[in-house]
């Protein structure tokens, strides 16, 4: 499965084919251990195939990535991931050929996110981006505090945000290797917020969202 990846992630023209096959290795990874997903659907909105999103979900898990591509067959979406992950072998070159790094021991870093990003947009690819920034390592918080970096993104590229509240893999498959179980998923999709001049308001407008849904529905 990573040949042709490796392959098709040389010409930025030919993303769109390598996701195929990303979607594949994750439609195996997440039903290969044992998880299944109900999407609820918590607003009649639509999404459209011939326009780029910000993606956003609460993060608790490593299958969430595996999870977000499952969701989204027809917009082929770039993460933007820890530099760090690019030091894992083959995987590596991989990830550096279709995520967007960042470096956050680097102000530089963090702030040449929002043009790398831009250029995937305009390349016909969607941005996945978990705003809490990471998997809290206290696991009593229910949603962690947001970056600020996809509603800077949305609102300076006047990018739709699509919302999204992953509910029952932070038991399932947390970090913690000694735990864990196969299960079903439930995924709420929240609705789509439109893009604004201040990143403030779209970042409190998807907190509350996310965390209303956590509060009501979490296992």
Known sequence: MG???????????HYKYAYKFIRIWCFGMFYGMGFRY????????????????VFI???????????????FPHHPICFVGKKELVQIPIFGTIYKRICVMVDRTSARSRA?????????????????????????DDTSILLDEFKDGAFILSSKHHSPIAVYTFVGLK???PFDNSKGYPGRVKVYFNGIIDPTDSPKDLKTEAYQEIKKTLQEHSI
């Open 3 to 13: 040949i042709p990846v490796y392959i098709l992630s040389f010409n930025k023209k």
């Open 38 to 53: 109900d999407l609820i659907k918590l607003s009649e909105q639509k999404k459209d195939r011939n326009k780029q999103y």
């Open 57 to 71: 979900s609460n993060h608790t898990s490593i299958m969430d990535i595996m999870l977000t591509c499952i969701l």
């Open 112 to 136: 040449d996110v929002y043009r790398r990003c831009a250029e995937k947009m305009e390349e016909g690819n969607s941005i996945a981006i978990f705003p809490e920034g990471g998997v809290p």
């Open 171 to 173: 038991k399932m498959f």
